[in-house]
């Protein structure tokens, strides 16, 4: 007798490797860059330079009104003075957000690097005050260093056609956003600023991610993806955070006004924001020159455009793959790769014309991988809750240790309710759960549907192949490495964002809803479920 799973058996070490290589282009955006040391050239940017910006002003809180924060301000307007610019104070007198008695002031500092022709100014952003109970070395001195050192590398090489703001906002921490709100409605500034770059942080690192793009998507998306060196852009973190009502942070005044521009932050390690250990001992270089080199970039590409020209206004799907590459395209077409999906998988149901199983096989599919999600939720509420200061190696240890969970569960019960997972129902009725999010995604969130369509249509294609006949080893082999890896990398970044979200934050209560875990987890027992279907794809092995 022949065992014909024998030639997908042979290529196993070979499939798996190829689903690593995916997860690592997944990982790959998630990595800073190396740090340039203080040696680099003049016109780099340098985290080492920028660092010393970091231990200037961030050694004690600097809330509004305070002397710690006169001495923050006095620091920004020294260096700027040294780079041989005049800078501009903007005060305004606001009641103690923090329970003073009194008014304080809030007060802005600018500078302006003049273009040779502008058309218009981009600004670059980050505030410099902090809650009472950090010094805010990430959160948020990493910023105001990496506008500095920005500024002092965008002197020092040519000259850019438009204007360059450096604004350092006060009075971002309390809910108004003083100064950010005060700049956009009375500085005279601000009705030239065509584009603004805010930088923030909520953690001690991991990469300077893109968190919002507002203005004219395409455009904005576009300007971004020409110009960064380092990019770490997804579409269904943009979309997230539109859901949620958009960013609270100094970008809200100037979004808006109407004004286009991005915000970028880094999220690792959370659980120091708004703490007392958020000190410049616990900023990592490497994401500080994520955050710079790419804002001196998009510093230098942008300043170099031409404002009075027509841009599109396409709502965008967008993803980063490997070290470099995003990915981009109008956001209705994830609807049409969704419905190309389904479209596939009814045809693939009429080859085997077993509609009531594929339908069953898809709901259990969904019932597992809910189930998963549920158990792994019930798990992580108390142990974040009894380590509320993780840092990111134990996070992430625990998340290993969930995904472990997750597989034993989803593979536990495919033996009891999928007994004939890679039968042709099996594997569609798989698929069609995955069709189903990619289909209710692209319809009600433009730029999430890309999270659940692509690896659907891959799926679907493989699925009809299978339902057709047999399919031979190789063609196994085809549809577990295709499939997979399509959907490691794409749900890489957002298994780490989504669980990065879920994070114990006791400085900031406020912003810590450890239910997110179920995003990730569902994405992972979903994944699982996926993968599982495609290591026999078609029918069952038969001998002869």
Do not use: C
């Amino acid at each position: 007798m022949t065992d014909q799973v024998s030639p997908s058996r042979r290529a196993a070490p070979a499939a798996w490797a190829a689903l690593l290589l995916a997860a690592v282009l997944g990982i790959t955006p998630l990595i800073p860059p190396s740090t340039a040391g203080a040696s680099a050239e003049p016109t780099e940017f340098s985290a080492q330079r920028a660092f010393a910006h970091i231990t200037a002003i961030a050694g004690r809180p600097r809330p509004i009104g305070s002397q710690s924060n006169h001495a923050a301000r006095a620091a920004i307007v020294a260096e700027l003075r040294s780079l041989g610019l005049e800078p501009t104070l903007q005060t305004v007198i606001v009641p103690d957000y923090y329970g003073g008695e009194e008014d304080v002031p809030v007060v802005n500092v600018m500078a302006r690097i003049e273009g040779s022709r502008s058309t218009g100014s981009i600004a670059l952003m980050g505030h410099y005050d902090t809650v009472p109970e950090t010094p805010g070395a990430n959160d948020n001195a990493a910023a105001v260093a990496a506008v500095l050192e920005t500024a002092r590398a965008v002197i020092a090489g040519d000259r850019l056609r438009n204007d360059v703001i450096l604004l350092f906002t006060d009075g971002e921490e309390p809910a108004p956003r003083y100064g950010a709100t005060a700049f956009v409605a009375e500085h005279t500034w601000a009705a030239d600023v065509e584009f603004v770059v805010n930088l923030e942080a909520i953690g001690s690192g991991g990469p300077s991610s893109l968190i919002a793009a507002v203005g004219p998507n395409r455009w904005v998306i576009e300007q971004y993806a020409v110009a960064v060196p380092h990019p770490a852009a997804f579409s269904y973190m943009t979309k997230t955070g539109e859901l949620i009502g958009g960013s609270s942070t100094d970008l809200a005044p100037f979004r808006e006004a109407g004004v286009a521009g991005l915000e970028s932050a880094f999220l690792h390690g959370s659980s120091i924001y708004h703490t007392g250990a958020d000190s410049p001992e616990r900023v990592s270089l490497r994401t500080v020159q994520h955050h710079g080199a790419n804002l001196l970039a998009v510093a230098r590409h942008v300043g170099s455009l031409d404002f009075d020209e027509p841009v599109a206004d396409d709502a965008m799907a967008f993803f980063t793959v490997g070290r470099s590459a995003v990915i981009r395209y109008p956001a209705m077409w994830d609807l049409m790769v969704a419905a190309a999906g389904a479209a596939l998988l009814v045809v693939a149901i009429r080859f085997t014309g077993m509609w009531l199983r594929t339908l069953r096989a898809a709901r259990n599919a969904l019932l597992v991988a809910l189930g998963a999600a549920v158990a792994v939720t019930l798990v992580w509420f108390p142990l974040a809750g009894a380590r509320s200061t993780m840092g990111v190696v134990e996070g992430y240890l625990y998340l290993a240790g969930l995904t472990l969970l997750i597989v034993g569960i989803v593979l536990g019960a495919a033996r009891r309710f999928l007994a004939a997972a890679g039968a042709a129902p099996e594997t569609i009725g798989v698929v069609a759960m995955w069709s189903v999010f990619g289909l209710l995604t692209a319809g009600a969130a433009p730029g999430l549907g890309y999270l659940f369509g692509w690896p659907a249509l891959a799926g679907a294609v493989f699925a009809v192949a299978g339902a057709r006949r047999s399919p031979s080893g190789r063609e196994r082999f085809a549809g577990l490495v295709v499939v997979g890896s399509i959907t490691l990398v794409l749900l890489t970044p957002a298994i780490d964002t989504f669980f990065q979200l879920a994070q114990p934050r006791p400085g900031n209560p406020d912003s810590e809803i450890f239910a997110v875990i179920v995003i990730p987890a569902l994405l992972i027992a979903m994944t699982i479920e996926l993968v599982n279907a495609f290591r026999f794809t078609g029918a069952a092995p038969s001998t002869a």
